[in-house]
């Protein structure tokens, strides 16, 4: 059972739509990041979210923090072939970060 | 710089035989880590090293071991590879290992176990 769970698992969009991908669990962290992988490379940081109800922005993506620090949601305006990869939650428990399985997303020019 | 590099990128094995995955960071970090990344599994922490010298268990790490050699260099042994093995693996570091600290990850490792 998936500690952190990430839906939807995949997605597939044209260049220019907006789409939301929830990471939900359980369990409350102190904190949660975002990664971006591109294939037959690492997960690369996007951002950490601290505080519960925080939203921070990246250029066109938003991230958002949940009130009880239970779930977090990204959210992608006018989406781009460039933001096509796959997009993982990590809840930070100590030194240690809980993954979820990751959403694969596509955007077609 | 070249932050955290992984040997090799790829490998096959057989059933039983041995193997060490290498990783080093030159960002001067204190931690370093060992993921497997399977397909609908996200990524796993199999041990990590929160300083040199010290090594703990992960979610996952039966059928491994682990050498902090140096501040740079931790490196993933697996005695006896079974097809369970067959998984990519990423080497990670960061400067402290604090709560939220930045993790940088290697390139990955695509390991297959015939």
């Known amino acids: 059972t998936q500690l952190l769970e990430q839906s939807p698992q995949f997605l597939s969009i044209q260049e220019g739509e907006n789409l939301t991908v929830y990471c939900n669990s359980s369990?409350?962290?102190?904190?949660l990041q975002w990664y971006r992988q591109e294939p037959g490379e690492g997960p690369v940081l996007l951002v950490t979210?601290?505080?519960?109800?925080e939203v921070k922005k990246l250029k066109r993506l938003t991230f958002q923090f949940g009130d009880a620090r239970k779930d977090s949601s990204l959210h992608i305006t006018a989406a781009q072939p460039g933001d096509t990869g796959l997009y993982l939650c990590?809840?930070?428990?100590?030194?240690?970060?809980?993954f979820g399985a990751g959403t694969i997303l596509r955007v077609k020019s | 710089n070249a932050g955290v590099t992984q040997t090799p990128k790829f490998q096959v094995l057989k059933t039983g035989q041995s193997m060490t995955l290498q990783c080093a960071q030159d960002m001067n970090h204190n931690s370093m880590y060992w993921y497997r990344q399977d397909p609908g599994m996200g990524l796993r922490l199999i041990y990590y090293?929160?300083?040199?010298?010290?090594?703990d268990k992960g979610e996952v790490p039966n059928g491994y071991n682990v050498s902090r050699l140096n501040k740079r260099e931790f490196s993933l042994r697996l005695e006896s590879a079974a097809p369970s093995q067959t998984s990519v693996y990423f080497c990670a570091s960061s400067v402290t290992g604090g709560s939220g600290d930045t993790q940088y990850f290697g390139p990955g490792t695509r390991l297959t176990v015939l």
């Open positions: 090293s929160a300083s040199e010298g010290t090594t």
């Open positions: 979210v601290v505080t519960g109800g």
């Open positions: 990590a809840g930070v428990r100590g030194n240690k970060l809980v």
């Open positions: 369990s409350v962290f102190s904190s």
